[in-house]
């Protein structure tokens, strides 16, 4: 599967961005979808994580409240609304998918769970 994400920028501190994860080359409908970013210096981190049909979802508790994960199967979309941007959102962010697995009720939410990954959106967020 290829990813490729969408959607990331510069915005002010307060400010939102929907990030989009498209798939290609075969279907992600069926298998558990994630976003991960990396600041500078930083490891990868995992931010959200949602299941093949939508029927759970998982956030890191820094962003709970402020992004939510959501997908489109028709569209073999994953997308990413982060609002309320804090400065510490700043990173390189990342979708991935588990092909492993397909079908699998649970979210994933170590980067060693997922087999393929995008190039990654930088967001920066300003003071």
């Known amino acids: 599967v290829q990813l490729v994400e969408s959607g990331g920028g510069l915005v002010q501190a307060g400010g939102s961005l929907r990030l989009a994860c498209a798939g290609s080359?075969?279907?992600?409908?069926?298998?558990?979808m994630g976003w991960f970013r990396q600041a500078p210096g930083k490891e990868r981190e995992f931010v959200a994580a949602?299941?093949?049909?939508?029927?759970?979802?998982s956030y890191t508790d820094s962003v709970k409240g402020r992004f939510t994960i959501s997908r489109d199967n028709a569209k073999n979309m994953v997308y990413l609304e982060m609002n309320s941007l804090k400065v510490e959102d700043t990173a390189v962010y990342y979708c991935?998918?588990?092909?492993?697995?397909?079908?699998?009720?649970?979210?994933?939410?170590?980067?060693?769970?997922?087999?393929?990954w995008g190039q990654g959106t930088q967001v920066t967020v300003s003071s």
């Open positions: 991935a998918t588990q092909t492993r697995y397909m079908w699998n009720v649970r979210t994933p939410l170590a980067p060693d769970e997922y087999d393929d």
């Open positions: 949602i299941t093949w049909n939508g029927g759970t979802t």
């Open positions: 080359g075969r279907s992600v409908s069926t298998h558990a």
